[in-house]
């Protein structure tokens, strides 16, 4: 089945503990994404890469970094986490470097800082 | 002010009735426009894609792209309770999809 997963789903973490979370997909789309989305302001892009070792900044990239070494991952790195940065986050991925037409969205990761 | 206004709702129909739902936007650099549905804990899916003005059909919906006015439109006909979702407007001035801007999203609920 084709798809976009996450993990983990929710977490609930410290500020200032590092964290990942994992983006994979199994579509093998060149273009990925980051976004986090919060009430009333609906999704925000963080990063987005591409293919592999491109990545560029979205719009609220401050506190966040990405990497790009194999096609199907795109993790998220958050080296040290604030309350602010509470949100749900998606990964997103398109098989073209555009084509938002196509662009398909994992499930969320809820996270909670604390 | 946001790029992208939208209601947030929530905006409660019966089953059967005709659904508006709108966003409004300030960059006319815009070109690109889309509707995103999204149901409770999951991820968005996309609904209809229209490049510039005009209407775009698919079934029960209807996209509108009124760039005069920078306005869009999502109508959904005969609604019914698994329409219940919040929807997403989202737009972009080039087709590298590389930046989108979304709407803060509509909550439709539409009651057997």
């Known amino acids: 089945e084709a798809q976009v997963t996450q993990n983990p789903r929710y977490l609930i973490t410290v500020t200032g503990k590092k964290l990942t979370v994992t983006c994979s997909q199994n579509m093998n789309h060149e273009y990925m994404s980051w976004y986090r989305q919060d009430p009333g302001l609906g999704l925000r892009q963080i990063y987005y890469s591409m293919n592999v070792e491109v990545t560029d900044k979205g719009d609220v990239p401050e506190g966040y970094k990405v990497s790009r070494k194999e096609k199907r991952n795109f993790p998220l790195i958050l080296e040290s986490p604030s309350p602010n940065q509470t949100s749900l986050y998606f990964c997103?991925?398109?098989?073209?470097?555009?084509?938002?037409?196509?662009?398909?969205f994992g499930p969320g990761t809820r996270l909670l800082v604390l | 002010q946001k790029e992208v206004e939208q209601d947030p709702g929530p905006l409660s129909v019966p089953e059967g009735a005709i659904v508006s739902l709108n966003c409004t936007y300030s960059n006319s650099a815009f070109q690109y426009f889309m509707w995103y549905r999204q149901y409770s804990r999951k991820g968005p899916e996309l609904l209809m894609y229209t490049y510039s003005s005009g209407n775009k059909e698919d079934g029960r919906f209807t996209a509108q792209v009124d760039k005069s006015s920078k306005y869009i439109s999502l109508f959904i006909r005969d609604s019914q309770p698994s329409d219940s979702a919040t929807y997403l407007c989202a737009m972009s001035d080039d087709n590298a999809g590389n930046m989108l801007t979304f709407g803060g999203g509509t909550r439709l609920m539409v009651k057997p």
């Open positions: 997103a991925s398109s098989p073209f470097t555009g084509g938002q037409e196509t662009q398909y």
